[in-house]
């Protein structure tokens, strides 16, 4: 199971812990839909279901859902199979009733026994909605999946709040407009900036070494310029005055 996914199931597994008194182990009433979902893809609902309900779930049916499985014919056979595996709980139909009204009548008046239900069947998920305090159950492809708290749940939980805390949601609404229009509204508060501590910009001034070795560079450039500015100096001689200048030493070494 992934993380994120993981945790999404926590978090309405506590919503309905937290508001309506669930608590472990979690009786878990499966119909044949889901069965026969959980046969076609594969899913061993002893093995995975548990992982969902905190490995601590007691998975039941009732007579009239065995019933109404049965007399689908070969058709759900293997659904069959799988239902009738799983603790009978006695609904108290004397005569058996079609499995989506038996699993109404279970968790109708605010769902005391604190039942979940584990279906495929839309119309039946969709009238449970409609009831407070039911989890819900489902196969999204093979993936077991517990349904997001219904809006009348939310609601109930949010007046139970209420009635704790000892305001109701309209007067929390009009005790926050109130202080708007007196105090006006809030100014955000401004998160001061953390100073980061920035290092020397490269293309303001070169670094130390290049700076050297730039330097070094200049130096060794200037007296290679003032080495080849002294060869220029030297001025060439021409021939006939490079021999008088000789005859002239000569002469002088004669007379001394």
């Known amino acids: 199971m992934k993380i994120q996914r993981q945790k999404k199931l926590k978090r309405r597994l506590d919503f309905f812990k937290n508001n309506f008194g669930f608590s472990a182990p979690y009786s878990l009433i499966v119909d044949g839909t889901f069965c026969f979902a959980a046969l076609s893809h594969k899913v061993s609902i002893k093995e995975q279901i548990p992982k969902i309900l905190e490995d601590n779930v007691k998975i039941l049916t009732t007579p009239c859902i065995v019933t109404e499985v049965e007399k689908m014919g070969p058709a759900l056979y293997g659904a069959f199979t799988i239902v009738k595996q799983f603790a009978h709980h006695q609904c108290g139909h004397t005569v058996p009733v079609n499995g989506a009204k038996c699993v109404r009548s279970m968790v109708k008046g605010g769902n005391k026994s604190k039942y979940a239900v584990a279906t495929q069947d839309q119309s039946l998920r969709t009238q449970l909605r409609t009831m407070p305090g039911v989890p819900i159950l489902y196969l999204h492809n093979s993936a077991p999946t517990l349904e997001k708290p219904p809006e009348v749940s939310t609601d109930r939980a949010d007046r139970w709040d209420a009635d704790r805390v000892g305001l109701s949601k309209e007067q929390r609404k009009t005790i ?81």
């Open 176 to 256: 926050t407009s109130l202080k708007r229009s007196i105090l006006g509204e809030s100014e955000p508060v401004k998160r001061r900036k953390k100073k980061v501590v920035k290092g020397a910009n490269p293309l303001s001034r070169r670094r130390r070494k290049e700076r050297e070795s730039g330097e070094q560079q200049a130096e060794d450039g200037g007296e290679a310029e003032r080495r080849s500015r002294r060869r220029r100096r030297r001025v060439k001689l021409a021939a006939h005055v490079k021999e008088e200048l000789a005859r002239r030493r000569q002469m002088g070494e004669q007379a001394v």
